[in-house]
């Protein structure tokens, strides 16, 4: 239900815009996550946003470098990714809460993705 692109390999600084991309009829309901697993790490939150977009969450590592957003229309969301790090390098997930809420608790996610890779070069 949930398909994420847009990963690939960036040098460290540069910018990247993830997309996820949902068959599902409740998308303008569900609330959407990305999170990240980096080799030999386990799976991290990234960003989160609720239904309507009023509640976004980030985590710290990310806040003011990432931006998370959606068009329900369209049945998308987006992870638009700032000055890369190398540390940034990992599988982005995006997953599904069918609640509606933007979560942290990987936990909440009913649906995930297959994942996309990013690797960031120093």
């Known amino acids: 239900q949930l398909q994420a692109s847009g990963g690939g390999l960036v040098q460290a600084g540069g910018s990247l815009r993830l997309s996820c991309a949902s068959s599902a009829l409740t998308f303008s309901t569900d609330g959407m996550g990305w999170f990240r697993q980096a080799p030999g790490k386990e799976r991290e939150f990234v960003a989160a946003i609720g239904w309507s977009a009023g509640r976004i969450y980030y985590a710290n590592s990310v806040k003011g470098l990432f931006t998370i957003s959606r068009d329900n229309a369209k049945k998308l969301v987006y992870l638009q990714m700032s000055s890369l790090k190398p540390e940034d390098t990992a599988v982005y997930y995006c997953?599904?809460?069918?609640?509606?809420?933007?979560?942290?608790?990987?936990?909440?996610?009913?649906?995930w993705g297959q994942g996309t890779l990013v690797t960031v070069s120093s």
């Open positions: 997953a599904a809460d069918s609640s509606g809420l933007a979560t942290m608790r990987g936990r909440s996610y009913s649906y």
